[in-house]
Nanobody
Framework: QVQLVESGGGLVQAGGSLRLSCRAS????????MGWYRQGPGKQRELVAR???????NYADSVKGRFTISRDNANNTVYLQMNSLKSEDTAVYYC?????????????WGQGTQVTVST
């Protein structure tokens, strides 16, 4: 199995910055696309940003120019640098990965980390 552990969430004022991290561990045969998703109050989970193993990225329109996703393949870690945060960025942020392990080939999810942006 693959475990994803997020860190870096918290409370920040509007206009501030946070950096989220997500490290994958376990019996990993391949770690393909990794990404960040979020679910705000009363909303469905949505893609924020994702990055392939070769470094190709794509972002939700709402975060383009403010958020940057990156990854460290040697340490199976993906990051999300969030700048110019807005109140509408408040959500639980989930790390997701498309990976192959000993027993499963597909999607894995972290537990989520809360990001709260105050005005």
């Amino acid at each position: 199995q693959v475990q994803l552990v997020e860190s870096g969430g918290g409370l920040v004022q509007a206009g501030g910055s946070l950096r989220l991290s997500c490290r994958a561990s376990g019996t990993i045969f391949s770690l393909r696309t990794m990404g960040w998703y979020r679910q705000g109050p009363g909303k469905q989970r949505e893609l924020v940003a994702r990055i392939t193993s070769s470094g190709r990225t794509n972002y939700a329109d709402s975060v383009k120019g403010r958020f940057t996703i990156s990854r460290d393949n040697a340490n199976n870690t993906v990051y999300l640098q969030m700048n110019s945060l807005k109140s509408e960025d408040t959500a639980v942020y989930y790390c997701g990965a498309d990976a192959r392990s000993l027993n499963h080939n597909g999607d894995y999810w972290g537990q989520g980390t809360q990001v709260t942006v105050s005005t």
